[in-house]
């Protein structure tokens, strides 16, 4: 079957699974808000509740970025999150950027495709993800050992797995119900913010305590001065949520804010308009935030399949060669492998305490962050060629030069390209600083948020005016 017939294949199959109807008229602003606070409440109920058949003391602690970059919660129905929405979305996009789909995507069918392959696409991977998850055993038995047994039976597994695949179901549901009109923004964006969110109270508010000190700074402060203890133990601390991450937190999102603001600005003119003069701007942060992205997603497939080998596979795969992946000690903690170094420090203190891992975890990721920066502008379309094709499709040219696709595209290059790598290396520099300062919601984190709380700001403006303006709404055909 050729790609094309796989698609529209995968597209029919879509029609069949459950999804959210689209408003016969537009929606409010007010009503719009009111549903998104629904759909919050929904993900934020169903990240409470534990899976069944899995005690939630055995589930296992869940890694902070994968928390973050996939909202998903350890030991609940947000297990996976929205993990397999978030790699359905990426594997469609590079697809189609890279050419492997042939697919007009301004047109109304083709979108309708290409939409229809990404749910079905997401739903298979939620099914993998579930089957992987009981397979392994995740739930049932100490994962940094060899398993030769699971202490739970058939049944309660695929229960287990059902409910996985369900919630990721819903999941997807919300998320739709979003896009559809019925919401702002969507429930991916929406449920990354909620989590980054959640972590950042958490750190600041909560009451818990672990080791004699509470896991909130706000609590932990008020115990100090209460007891007239140590002021050092509230600005920095072990594992993080001190008063150096506050600040830092305050700081890095200023900055962030500032960056997201800048443009770099091409001048363009076109002879159709009576040499009207324009400037093209291309953001100064050209990639946001995709490479820390897929560097937690390469996090996060290290730690499943490292798992998988040491479960199924080691007569077959040598011990060794698991640990050169990930390596735990007697209490769970990853300590080695690609895992570990991968994985951000936990405050300033835990840098200090392992230089060797913040100097190869820097490295690591402001290579990664090049790399996939690079590989997401000659995918998704944002690369030079394609940039100068839609420029002299819509009758715009540089001052000064023909009406050249490959000229423009030099020209455009020596902007594109520079502005890749170098916000590719803002962005990992800000992160790994933002997880040795013990930033609240980790550096990754904090990027994501910042950059969906924009977006929110410039949907809620918009829609704000479209309402105050009803004849702006029919000038641009809402």
Same mark, same amino acid.
């Given at each position: 079957?050729?790609?094309?017939?796989?698609?529209?294949?995968?597209?029919?199959?879509?029609? $069949?699974? #459950?999804?959210?109807? &689209?408003?016969?008229?537009?929606?409010?602003?007010?009503?719009?808000?009111?549903?998104?606070?629904?759909? *919050?409440?929904?993900?934020?109920?169903?990240?409470?509740?534990?899976?069944?058949?899995?005690?939630? /003391?055995?589930?296992?602690?869940?890694?902070?970025?994968?928390?973050?970059?996939?909202?998903? @919660?350890?030991?609940?129905?947000?297990?996976?999150?929205?993990?397999?929405?978030?790699?359905? %979305?990426?594997?469609? /996009?590079? !697809?189609?950027? +890279?050419?492997?789909?042939?697919?007009?995507?301004?047109?109304?069918?083709?979108? &309708?495709?290409?939409?229809?392959?990404?749910?079905?696409?997401?739903?298979? !991977? +939620?099914?993998? =993800? +579930?089957?992987?998850?009981?397979?392994?055993?995740?739930?049932?038995?100490?994962?940094?050992?060899?398993?030769?047994?699971?202490?739970?039976?058939?049944?309660?597994?695929?229960?287990?797995?059902? =409910?996985?695949?369900?919630?990721?179901?819903?999941?997807?549901?919300?998320?739709?119900?979003?896009?559809?009109?019925?919401?702002?923004?969507?429930?991916?964006?929406?449920?990354?913010?909620?989590?980054?969110?959640?972590?950042?109270?958490?750190?600041?508010?909560?009451?818990?305590?672990?080791?004699?000190?509470?896991?909130?700074?706000?609590? =932990?402060?008020?115990?100090?001065?209460?007891?007239?203890?140590?002021?050092?133990?509230?600005?920095?601390?072990?594992?993080?949520?001190?008063?150096?991450?506050?600040?830092?937190?305050?700081?890095?999102?200023?900055? !962030?804010?500032?960056?997201?603001?800048?443009?770099?600005?091409?001048?363009?003119?076109?002879?159709?308009?009576?040499?009207? &003069?324009?400037?093209?701007? *291309? /953001?100064?942060? $050209?990639?946001?935030?995709?490479?820390? !992205?897929?560097?937690?997603?390469?996090?996060?497939?290290?730690?499943?399949?490292?798992?998988?080998?040491?479960?199924?596979?080691?007569?077959?795969?040598?011990?060794?060669?698991?640990?050169?992946?990930?390596?735990?000690?007697?209490?769970? @903690?990853?300590?080695?492998?690609?895992?570990?170094?991968?994985?951000?420090?936990?405050?300033?203190?835990?840098?200090?305490?392992?230089?060797? @891992?913040?100097?190869?975890?820097?490295?690591?990721?402001?290579?990664?962050?090049?790399?996939?920066?690079? *590989?997401?502008?000659?995918?998704?379309?944002?690369? #030079?060629?394609?940039?100068?094709? =839609?420029?002299?499709?819509?009758?715009?040219?540089?001052?000064?030069?023909?009406?050249?696709?490959?000229?423009?595209?030099?020209?455009?290059?020596?902007?594109? $390209?520079?502005?890749?790598?170098?916000?590719?290396?803002?962005?990992?520099?800000?992160?790994?600083?933002?997880?040795?300062?013990?930033?609240?919601?980790?550096?990754?984190?904090?990027?994501? +948020?910042?950059?969906?709380?924009?977006?929110?700001?410039?949907?809620?403006?918009?829609?704000?005016?479209?309402?105050?303006?009803?004849?702006?709404?029919?000038?641009? %055909?809402?």
């Amino acid at each position: 079957m050729s790609y094309m017939g796989l698609l529209k294949a995968m597209a029919e199959v879509a029609k $069949y699974i #459950p999804s959210a109807p &689209k408003p016969v008229r537009r929606v409010s602003l007010g009503e719009r808000l009111m549903w998104t606070a629904l759909a *919050l409440i929904v993900y934020l109920l169903m990240a409470h509740t534990p899976l069944y058949g899995v005690s939630p /003391q055995a589930a296992p602690t869940q890694f902070l970025i994968l928390q973050v970059v996939f909202a998903a @919660h350890s030991g609940t129905l947000m297990e996976l999150g929205i993990g397999p929405i978030v790699t359905a %979305g990426l594997i469609m /996009q590079i !697809l189609a950027g +890279a050419k492997l789909i042939n697919l007009d995507l301004t047109d109304a069918e083709g979108r &309708k495709i290409f939409t229809g392959a990404q749910k079905t696409l997401g739903l298979l !991977l +939620a099914a993998l =993800q +579930a089957v992987m998850y009981v397979l392994a055993c995740r739930y049932w038995s100490f994962a940094g050992n060899p398993i030769t047994y699971c202490s739970a039976g058939w049944s309660v597994r695929i229960a287990v797995a059902l =409910q996985l695949f369900l919630a990721s179901l819903f999941v997807m549901m919300l998320d739709e119900m979003i896009q559809k009109g019925w919401g702002l923004g969507s429930g991916v964006s929406l449920f990354i913010l909620a989590g980054v969110a959640t972590t950042i109270f958490w750190n600041m508010f909560s009451p818990l305590k672990v080791s004699n000190e509470y896991i909130g700074l706000i609590p =932990q402060a008020i115990n100090v001065v209460a007891n007239k203890g140590d002021l050092s133990n509230i600005i920095v601390r072990a594992g993080g949520r001190d008063l150096v991450g506050l600040i830092s937190t305050f700081a890095i999102t200023i900055i !962030l804010i500032y960056l997201s603001s800048v443009r770099v600005e091409i001048p363009i003119t076109s002879p159709r308009l009576y040499t009207i &003069k324009s400037k093209i701007p *291309l /953001q100064f942060l $050209y990639v946001t935030n995709i490479p820390i !992205l897929f560097i937690g997603i390469l996090y996060s497939n290290v730690l499943v399949f490292a798992t998988l080998m040491r479960t199924y596979l080691s007569s077959v795969v040598p011990s060794s060669v698991v640990d050169m992946l990930v390596k735990y000690d007697e209490n769970g @903690h990853v300590v080695g492998g690609i895992a570990y170094y991968l994985s951000s420090p936990n405050g300033l203190l835990s840098a200090i305490a392992d230089p060797t @891992h913040l100097v190869i975890y820097s490295v690591l990721v402001v290579i990664l962050a090049a790399v996939f920066g690079l *590989l997401w502008v000659e995918v998704a379309g944002l690369n #030079p060629s394609t940039q100068a094709q =839609q420029l002299i499709e819509s009758g715009f040219e540089v001052p000064g030069f023909r009406r050249n696709p490959k000229i423009l595209e030099q020209i455009l290059a020596k902007y594109i $390209y520079p502005l890749t790598i170098l916000s590719s290396l803002i962005v990992a520099i800000i992160a790994i600083t933002a997880d040795i300062l013990g930033v609240y919601g980790s550096g990754t984190g904090l990027l994501l +948020a910042v950059g969906i709380l924009q977006q929110y700001y410039s949907l809620i403006a918009y829609e704000r005016t479209l309402e105050a303006y009803p004849l702006l709404r029919r000038l641009v %055909g809402e």
